[in-house]
């Protein structure tokens, strides 16, 4: 099975910032705008699978994502999350910690729900290529 994230062109246009062991882009299924995505880059499916520098590295990464959305676009808090394994909604096989920036009466998550929490495949829409490396542009101004 193909890893989207190792394999989807796409995905280095919207490249926000990358390290040594991580790289941060924004997701094509965004719960509000600038909903970005840390992975490791190896493909391991579970946190457990990284390493400690690996952890670190993108644990950094959501930080500097973190202020750079509240700077690019006010957020003020985020809801940040990763799915493990099908049972709770892990749809791509490659660890992804979810960086979701938040406002006061966004449009976001309104109740939580495990299984629903970041995503279910059909609920939530695709954006637009061109608009998410908009986004990713405007943000990598403040990282």
Do not use: W
């Not at 493909?43 to 952890?55: K, T």
């Not at 976001?108 to 939530?124: H, V």
Request: hydrophobic share 35%; charged share 30%; with cysteine.
């Amino acid at each position: 099975m193909k890893c989207p994230f190792c394999e989807i062109p796409e995905i280095r246009k919207r490249k926000i910032i990358e390290n040594e062991l991580a790289s941060a882009f924004l997701t094509n299924i965004p719960i509000t705008i600038g909903h970005g995505l840390v992975v490791p880059k190896r493909c391991v499916p579970r946190f457990e699978d990284l390493s400690a520098q690996e952890i670190k590295a993108i644990l950094d990464l959501g930080e500097m994502i973190k202020k750079a959305l509240a700077k690019a676009y006010g957020a003020e808090g985020f809801n940040v999350a990763y799915n493990e394994n099908e049972a709770a909604g892990q749809s791509v096989h490659h660890f992804h910690l979810h960086i979701v920036p938040r406002k006061e009466n966004d449009s976001g998550i309104y109740q939580y729900d495990p299984r629903k929490f970041i995503y279910r495949p059909g609920n939530r829409e695709v954006s637009e290529e061109s608009e998410l490396e908009a986004v990713a542009s405007e943000v990598r101004k403040y990282v």
